[in-house]
Protein backbone atom coordinates (compact mmCIF):
# COMPACT_ATOMS: atom_id res chain seq x y z
CA UNK A 1 0.00 0.00 0.00
CA UNK A 2 1.35 3.39 -0.73
CA UNK A 3 2.53 5.45 1.96
CA UNK A 4 0.22 8.57 2.53
CA UNK A 5 2.12 11.77 2.18
CA UNK A 6 2.02 14.29 5.23
CA UNK A 7 0.31 17.98 3.99
CA UNK A 8 2.16 21.24 4.29
CA UNK A 9 -1.46 21.62 6.11
CA UNK A 10 -1.34 19.13 8.72
CA UNK A 11 2.74 19.91 8.89
CA UNK A 12 0.96 23.67 10.37
CA UNK A 13 -1.72 22.10 12.29
CA UNK A 14 0.88 19.94 14.53
CA UNK A 15 3.31 22.71 14.61
CA UNK A 16 0.31 24.96 16.40
CA UNK A 17 -0.56 21.80 18.71
CA UNK A 18 2.92 21.53 19.63
CA UNK A 19 3.24 25.50 20.21
CA UNK A 20 0.52 25.76 22.24
CA UNK A 21 1.95 22.91 24.41
CA UNK A 22 5.10 23.91 25.11
CA UNK A 23 3.65 27.51 25.82
CA UNK A 24 0.91 26.74 28.44
CA UNK A 25 3.31 23.97 29.79
CA UNK A 26 5.68 26.49 31.05
CA UNK A 27 2.67 28.80 32.02
CA UNK A 28 1.05 25.80 34.11
CA UNK A 29 4.33 24.97 35.54
CA UNK A 30 5.37 28.62 36.60
CA UNK A 31 1.97 29.04 38.77
CA UNK A 32 2.19 25.33 40.38
CA UNK A 33 -0.77 24.00 38.41
CA UNK A 34 -0.26 20.62 38.49
CA UNK A 35 -3.40 19.64 37.37
CA UNK A 36 -3.09 20.90 34.00
CA UNK A 37 0.41 19.77 33.93
CA UNK A 38 -1.15 16.64 33.56
CA UNK A 39 -3.55 16.97 30.92
CA UNK A 40 -0.62 18.69 28.72
CA UNK A 41 0.63 15.00 28.91
CA UNK A 42 -3.13 13.58 28.45
CA UNK A 43 -2.75 16.15 25.04
CA UNK A 44 0.79 14.90 23.86
CA UNK A 45 -0.51 11.34 24.05
CA UNK A 46 -3.84 12.37 21.77
CA UNK A 47 -1.95 13.79 19.40
CA UNK A 48 -0.34 10.87 18.74
CA UNK A 49 -3.63 8.83 18.51
CA UNK A 50 -5.36 11.01 16.78
CA UNK A 51 -1.87 11.27 14.10
CA UNK A 52 -2.53 7.69 13.99
CA UNK A 53 -6.10 7.12 13.42
CA UNK A 54 -5.64 9.81 10.78
CA UNK A 55 -3.12 7.96 9.42
CA UNK A 56 -5.32 5.27 8.26
CA UNK A 57 -9.05 6.92 8.08
CA UNK A 58 -7.90 10.18 6.38
CA UNK A 59 -10.39 12.75 8.58
CA UNK A 60 -11.38 16.00 7.06
CA UNK A 61 -8.82 19.27 7.26
CA UNK A 62 -11.70 20.93 9.51
CA UNK A 63 -11.76 17.72 11.77
CA UNK A 64 -7.93 18.47 12.37
CA UNK A 65 -8.52 22.23 12.58
CA UNK A 66 -11.73 21.23 14.89
CA UNK A 67 -9.80 19.32 17.43
CA UNK A 68 -6.72 21.60 17.60
CA UNK A 69 -8.95 24.23 18.32
CA UNK A 70 -10.71 21.93 21.17
CA UNK A 71 -6.66 21.65 22.37
CA UNK A 72 -5.86 25.02 22.91
CA UNK A 73 -9.31 25.97 24.20
CA UNK A 74 -8.80 23.43 27.10
CA UNK A 75 -5.21 24.61 27.78
CA UNK A 76 -6.37 28.18 27.83
CA UNK A 77 -9.68 27.46 29.95
CA UNK A 78 -7.34 25.77 32.94
CA UNK A 79 -5.00 29.15 32.36
CA UNK A 80 -5.03 32.60 34.35
CA UNK A 81 -3.97 34.50 31.27
CA UNK A 82 -7.41 36.60 32.06
CA UNK A 83 -6.56 36.89 35.91
CA UNK A 84 -8.49 35.02 38.30
CA UNK A 85 -10.27 33.20 38.50
CA UNK A 86 -9.29 30.75 35.33
CA UNK A 87 -11.23 30.87 32.63
CA UNK A 88 -12.74 27.89 33.21
CA UNK A 89 -15.03 28.84 36.26
CA UNK A 90 -16.01 31.65 34.41
CA UNK A 91 -19.76 31.84 34.03
CA UNK A 92 -20.55 33.36 30.23
CA UNK A 93 -24.48 33.53 31.01
CA UNK A 94 -26.11 33.52 34.46
CA UNK A 95 -28.96 30.66 33.65
CA UNK A 96 -29.64 29.19 36.60
CA UNK A 97 -27.81 27.30 39.59
CA UNK A 98 -27.74 23.16 40.47
CA UNK A 99 -25.92 22.03 43.20
CA UNK A 100 -22.15 23.06 42.60
CA UNK A 101 -22.55 24.10 39.56
CA UNK A 102 -23.74 27.17 37.95
CA UNK A 103 -24.79 27.34 33.73
CA UNK A 104 -23.29 28.34 31.40
CA UNK A 105 -19.78 28.32 31.95
CA UNK A 106 -16.89 28.46 29.64
CA UNK A 107 -16.70 24.69 30.66
CA UNK A 108 -20.16 23.77 29.57
CA UNK A 109 -19.91 25.70 26.04
CA UNK A 110 -16.40 23.54 25.53
CA UNK A 111 -17.70 20.01 26.36
CA UNK A 112 -20.38 21.27 23.92
CA UNK A 113 -17.79 21.88 20.99
CA UNK A 114 -15.51 19.16 21.37
CA UNK A 115 -18.15 16.23 21.05
CA UNK A 116 -19.15 18.53 18.27
CA UNK A 117 -15.87 17.74 16.95
CA UNK A 118 -15.80 13.98 18.39
CA UNK A 119 -18.93 12.78 16.92
CA UNK A 120 -17.87 13.86 13.43
CA UNK A 121 -14.54 12.21 13.99
CA UNK A 122 -16.47 9.28 15.18
CA UNK A 123 -18.47 9.12 12.16
CA UNK A 124 -15.55 9.23 9.89
CA UNK A 125 -14.29 6.25 11.14
CA UNK A 126 -17.92 4.32 11.61
CA UNK A 127 -18.71 4.79 7.91
CA UNK A 128 -16.12 2.86 6.72
CA UNK A 129 -17.91 -0.54 8.47
CA UNK A 130 -21.52 0.14 7.83
CA UNK A 131 -22.91 -1.09 4.62
CA UNK A 132 -24.34 1.25 2.03
CA UNK A 133 -28.63 -0.01 3.36
CA UNK A 134 -28.08 0.26 6.83
CA UNK A 135 -30.73 2.34 9.00
CA UNK A 136 -30.01 5.54 9.54
CA UNK A 137 -31.26 5.54 13.21
CA UNK A 138 -29.00 2.28 14.22
CA UNK A 139 -25.99 4.10 12.57
CA UNK A 140 -26.44 7.51 14.51
CA UNK A 141 -27.71 5.63 17.96
CA UNK A 142 -24.62 3.77 17.70
CA UNK A 143 -22.11 6.59 16.72
CA UNK A 144 -23.91 9.11 19.41
CA UNK A 145 -23.15 6.60 22.19
CA UNK A 146 -19.73 5.81 21.08
CA UNK A 147 -19.13 9.83 21.70
CA UNK A 148 -20.82 9.57 24.82
CA UNK A 149 -18.45 6.45 25.81
CA UNK A 150 -15.62 9.02 24.74
CA UNK A 151 -17.00 11.68 27.52
CA UNK A 152 -17.36 8.49 30.38
CA UNK A 153 -13.30 8.01 29.80
CA UNK A 154 -12.77 11.48 29.66
CA UNK A 155 -14.46 12.00 33.24
CA UNK A 156 -11.78 9.18 34.18
CA UNK A 157 -8.71 11.10 33.03
CA UNK A 158 -10.31 13.85 34.76
CA UNK A 159 -10.80 12.25 37.63
CA UNK A 160 -7.62 10.80 38.38
CA UNK A 161 -6.07 14.34 39.53
CA UNK A 162 -8.21 14.31 41.90
CA UNK A 163 -7.23 11.18 43.43
CA UNK A 164 -3.12 12.41 43.93
CA UNK A 165 -2.96 16.12 44.22
CA UNK A 166 -4.01 18.13 47.09
CA UNK A 167 -6.48 20.64 44.92
CA UNK A 168 -7.86 20.32 41.90
CA UNK A 169 -10.47 23.00 40.01
CA UNK A 170 -12.81 19.09 39.30
CA UNK A 171 -16.32 19.64 40.55
CA UNK A 172 -18.88 18.09 42.32
CA UNK A 173 -21.33 15.50 41.16
CA UNK A 174 -23.33 18.34 39.43
CA UNK A 175 -20.90 18.99 37.43
CA UNK A 176 -19.90 15.66 36.57
CA UNK A 177 -23.56 15.63 35.35
CA UNK A 178 -23.68 18.05 33.52
CA UNK A 179 -20.07 17.41 31.69
CA UNK A 180 -22.26 14.82 30.45
CA UNK A 181 -25.36 16.36 29.15
CA UNK A 182 -23.25 18.94 27.17
CA UNK A 183 -20.92 15.85 25.83
CA UNK A 184 -24.62 13.92 24.16
CA UNK A 185 -26.10 18.01 23.24
CA UNK A 186 -22.89 18.02 21.49
CA UNK A 187 -23.21 14.49 19.64
CA UNK A 188 -26.65 14.91 19.00
CA UNK A 189 -26.26 17.98 17.23
CA UNK A 190 -23.74 16.58 15.12
CA UNK A 191 -25.35 13.56 14.13
CA UNK A 192 -28.71 15.54 13.29
CA UNK A 193 -26.59 17.89 11.07
CA UNK A 194 -24.96 14.76 9.19
CA UNK A 195 -28.64 13.19 8.87
CA UNK A 196 -29.34 16.01 7.27
CA UNK A 197 -26.92 16.87 5.34
CA UNK A 198 -27.82 13.12 3.67
CA UNK A 199 -24.59 11.84 5.06
Same mark, same amino acid.
Given at each position: ?13 ? *?????? $???? *? ?13 ? #? ?11 ? $? ?38 ? #? ?49 ? #? ?6 ? *? ?33 ? *? $? ?11
Amino acid at each position: MEEKMVKKSEWLIL *AFNFAY $LIFF *AVHFFNRGNFEFIWY #VFIMVILIGVFSF $LHKKYNFSTLTLVGLSVWGFAHMFGGSTLLGEPRIYARIL #VNLFTTGDTTLFRYDHLLHFYFYVVMTSMIYQIARRYFKKDAHWLAVSGLV #VFASIGVG *AFNEIIEFLPVLFLPETGVGGYYNVAWDIVFNTLG *A $LATITYINLKGR
